[in-house]
Nanobody
């Protein structure tokens, strides 16, 4: 299984980005999926999770009200809409299952300037 993240970039504080993660194979609809991020010099942390049906969602406190996780099972894709970005959101973003089941992808860099 390959995880391919995309959609990152360099934005100013307050702007938005939409990240995408395509899962190459497997019973995607059965997979709970998560977005993680790794800020510079820090460990990887959980940002948001969504169940297979899209009905159960979790957000880390610092992103509540700003980020939205969603999925399109037909496209095998999970999304992270990020609004009102802050410099402290600067990180490499990754997707995986909540149990970190698969090998990590290359991630997508998000840089927010003040």
């Amino acid at each position: 299984v390959q995880l391919v993240e995309s959609g990152g970039g360099l934005v100013q504080s307050g702007e938005s980005l939409r990240l995408s993660c395509v899962v190459s194979e497997g019973a995607f609809i059965l997979l709970n999926m998560s977005w993680y991020r790794q800020p510079p010099g820090k460990g990887r942390e959980l940002v948001a999770s969504i169940d297979g049906a899209g009905s159960s969602i979790y957000y880390e406190d610092s992103v509540k009200g700003r980020f939205t996780i969603s999925r399109d099972n037909a496209k095998r894709t999970v999304y992270l809409q990020m609004n009102s970005l802050k410099p402290e959101d600067t990180a490499v973003f990754y997707c995986n299952t909540p149990g970190r089941r698969y090998r990590w992808g290359q991630g997508t860099q998000v840089t927010v300037s003040s």
